[in-house]
């Protein structure tokens, strides 16, 4: 490159090249917003912090600097009212559209919670939709103290944020009216009430940096403890993707590496009403780290097979990597009740007598989560050793690189 500089006509095109491209750069390096559903239910309360105002766009014609803004929808109508006087409300048409904003580092009240930003407000499914616009790294600050303990060590921050960085980029511009959930259907966002400093600065210390393989943006997702093994993503969803590969974990530590649940027949009876309670209960299927994948329920109104991921919805257990068991007074009754713990062949199932009322169902299990992709309590665990959240994240993450997305 260096003897091709010294030919002018080459140096016209390097020139041209970087006046052209530079623009195009700087476009792509601008850093994304998220729009975060926070609510969506048929009333809403926004306040500002202590003497300052919020400025609310779309009741007026102008912004209107007010303390407070009730809202609900009722009958078809939306409707509000200002700094607390309920006793004067005003109607909103149905295309309203609402942009809340201030100037206060210490954000906009909403429920019990601050938030940085702005928040939208409009009416999709006849529920008021409560959208924060917030930029990406501030959401990360967030989101990085929402899903992982404050306590545990810088570089497992640092891999928790860039996962979390790398999740939400995939969904960006998905949706039409937002990017991501603020619960655990996407990933947990408390608002600024989350942040400490430690969790600021594991954020700002990987500005930027995203996962990606073959560079695209991979799927980031995350869990708890997955107890001992992480899962195939193919053993939990449709696809197996090749960075989502079952990989030891380091989680013997995490406070649900191994659990414990108990339920009475009683329970059981509401649980599954609609099989009559249950009786009995065989583990039909299991993948290859110990998770269930299908299991047979025994009930005085027949027989069904569900797979593990909904017997763990059922019975809000924290994985599907467990096993099952009936006691009565600590005396194992298997037998006497034909009950099967083990993976069974596919025969049709016998009918089984009545569990008396003082039976219990024991499940014990292992981890919390779905088991894929990186767990927070390994993270944790490998960086009480020295590694790094590169390391982290290349174990967890299968062939994977890291790189700056903007």
Known sequence: MSASLKRK????????SIFFISPIKAIAAKEPIMRVLISNENKARFRADRVENIFVHGISSNHRKIKSLNLVYKNNKVKYSINNNLNEWFELPNNFHLIIRNSDKRGIWFKNRRYAGELRVLLNDKK??????????????????????????????????????????????????????????????????SETVKINRAVRSTNSLALFYKNELIDAVFHSSSGGRTENSGQVWKYQLPYLKSVIDYDQNSIKYRWKNKFTSAELGKIFSDLGGVNGIQIIDKSDTGRVLKIRLHGKNGNRIISGK?????LQLNSTKFEVDLKFNQINLDNKLNFDNKIIDDFPPQSLPPIPVNYFLFVEGYGAGHGVGMSQWGAKSMAERGSSFRQILKHYYSGVQIKTYY
Do not use: W
């Not at 924060?132 to 992982?148: A, D, F, T």
């Open 9 to 16: 006509s080459c140096s016209a095109i390097i020139f041209v």
């Open 128 to 193: 008021l939709n409560i959208i924060n616009h917030v930029k990406l790294e501030k959401y990360l600050q967030s989101v990085v103290g929402s899903e992982m303990p404050k306590e545990f060590p810088l570089s497992a921050l640092q891999a928790q944020a860039i996962a979390a960085r790398t999740y939400a980029l995939k969904l960006l511009d998905k949706n039409k009216l937002f990017d991501i959930h603020s619960t655990q259907a996407s990933q947990v966002y408390l608002g600024l009430e």
């Open 310 to 314: 909904k017997l763990r919805e059922r």
